[in-house]
């Protein structure tokens, strides 16, 4: 089966951390870029993080940079997002989309519905709360 699956979501305090997981079954992630995306209640999609299929060149929205750290094992079909210092902020669920065509500056500044991407998963919920 063709798909993309998330991972190491769960509640987490404000300032901890967390690992997330997009992992790959049916195709190969080395040739696509890879985002994170996350939507919380009531807000829009945003990119968060993106990285290019080779890992070379990688964006951050704003928020979450110096704290957050995308990475990818193509070895092992994986991308991952490291979350630190986490705030109530960033509770959301988070999604990870493979597509290939754009720069990762625009894939994660131009959120699309996640079925326009060539794949998508269904997400893992990130709640950050004392």
């Known amino acids: 089966q063709v798909q993309l699956v998330e991972s190491g979501g769960g509640l987490v305090h404000p300032g901890g951390s967390l690992r997330l997981s997009c992992a790959a079954s049916?195709?190969?992630?080395?040739?696509?870029?890879i985002g994170w995306f996350r939507q919380a209640p009531g807000k829009e999609r945003e990119g968060v993080s993106c990285i290019s299929s080779s890992g070379g060149t990688t964006y951050y929205v704003d928020s979450v940079k110096g704290r957050f750290t995308i990475s990818r094992d193509n070895a092992k079909n994986t991308v991952y997002l490291q979350m630190n210092s986490v705030k109530p902020e960033d509770t959301a669920l988070y999604f990870c989309?493979?597509?290939?065509?754009?720069?990762?500056?625009?894939?994660?500044?131009?959120?699309?519905?996640?079925?326009?991407?060539?794949?998508w998963g269904q997400g893992t919920h990130v709640t950050v709360s004392s």
């Open positions: 989309v493979a597509d290939r065509g754009n720069t990762v500056q625009d894939m994660c500044l131009i959120p699309r519905f996640p079925s326009n991407y060539d794949y």
């Open positions: 049916g195709f190969t992630l080395d040739r696509y870029d």
